[in-house]
């Protein structure tokens, strides 16, 4: 993986075009990693898009799981679940 500056991208397209054909691309603002680009074929963009959006649930997911470990909630049992549903649920304004 290369990293390019958004610099890069804005003063030199048709090199980072050619570049993401080649490899994929770490974008950094400020020397920070903001995105990644991946050279695809025309005729994949859909597959490529489609597993981008996977990739990037399974992230959110890990996300979630990691922060609830941190919290404890992990290991609430489905009893302890249900119970801080009714709870949230009885606080609520009727619609």
Do not use: C, H, W
């Not at 570049?19 to 005729?43: F, S, Y």
């Not at 490529?48 to 959110?60: D, E, G, N, S």
């Not at 941190?70 to 049992?77: C, E, I, K, T, Y």
């Amino acid at each position: 993986m290369k990293f390019l500056s958004t610099r890069d991208l804005r003063n030199r397209p048709g090199y980072v075009r050619d570049l993401a054909q080649e490899d994929d691309l770490v974008l950094t603002a400020n020397g920070k990693p903001i995105a990644i680009l991946v050279g695809i074929e025309e005729d994949e963009f859909e597959d490529a898009a489609r597993a981008i959006r996977r990739a990037k649930a399974q992230l959110a997911l890990s996300r979630m799981r990691r922060q609830a470990a941190a919290r404890g909630v992990d290991r609430l049992s489905s009893t302890d679940i249900d119970s801080e549903i009714r709870a949230v649920r009885s606080k609520r304004k009727p619609a």
